[in-house]
């Protein structure tokens, strides 16, 4: 995902020293574009694993302006009010508060500020809502009271939770963009990656190996990915994926 994260943030207006607050960042797919254009970055994300890694791809890039720490989107305790010129979520507003995750949003924000949310959009016909609907049908039901963040997606939650916030619908603004999933290899071994290392492919499969469907699922998701790639190229990988691109301006 790191090409096209390079490429989003070249979209964000990024200038020299502007402070900058990435959610649910990773291991940096976009903070560390976002502090090589100049922002002075802080990354949080609630997988400590991630959070390491995140700081040492900055440490090996000579990043002082990018660091990581744990938190949650919902309680960002330890920020303190209007502190961030732009407030960036790609793809990480998966907190189970989402009211919660907007007012903390706002609340780090400074007057004039923006926020910025990529969020994947649900039924819709490309790459990541097709996933979820695949592995929704291997998955046990979620727990009560679960609220997806594919709901992150549809426009009128998001202006409710922002509204929720304290910011007007006329400050919030929507528009269809599209991430590129780039991969040096055939559309079968991005399904493995997505199998080892996506939260719900992950747990579709720990499903499936115990009824014996995952072979199923394997052969569900290789159509999937072989009918979305647009590659040229019989060994590479290259898949379009539409999400929602929100952009909020608090006060």
Do not use: H
Request: charged content about 20%.
């Amino acid at each position: 995902m790191r090409q096209s994260g390079e490429v989003l943030v070249m979209s964000f207006g990024i200038t020299k020293g502007l402070q900058v607050l990435d959610l649910g960042c990773g291991d940096g797919t976009t903070a560390i574009p976002e502090a090589q254009a100049g922002a002075d970055v802080l990354g949080v994300d609630i997988a400590k694993n991630l959070v390491e890694a995140g700081n040492k791809r900055a440490k090996q890039l000579g990043l002082t302006n990018c660091r990581f720490q744990e938190g949650d989107a919902s309680n960002l305790e330890d920020l303190k009010d209007q502190t961030f010129d732009l407030v960036v979520s790609i793809f990480g507003a998966i907190a189970p508060k989402p009211f919660d995750v907007a007012k903390e949003m706002v609340r780090v924000t400074r007057p004039g500020g923006r926020i910025v949310m990529g969020n994947w959009i649900p039924n819709d016909p490309t790459l990541v809502a097709q996933i979820l609907k695949i592995s929704a049908a291997y998955s046990p039901p979620p727990p009560e009271g679960f609220v997806s963040p594919m709901t992150w997606g549809i426009e009128n939650n998001v202006l409710e939770r922002f509204a929720g916030a304290g910011v007007s619908k006329e400050n919030i603004s929507f528009v269809r963009d599209t991430y590129t999933f780039n991969f040096p290899n055939k559309p079968s071994e991005l399904v493995d990656a997505f199998r080892k290392y996506y939260g719900p492919t992950m747990n579709a499969f720990e499903a499936a190996e115990k009824n014996g469907r995952a072979g199923n699922l394997q052969s569900e998701l290789e159509d999937l990915f072989n009918s979305q790639n647009k590659s040229t190229n019989d060994n590479a990988t290259s898949i379009p994926a539409t999400f929602l691109r929100v952009t909020a301006v608090p006060g």
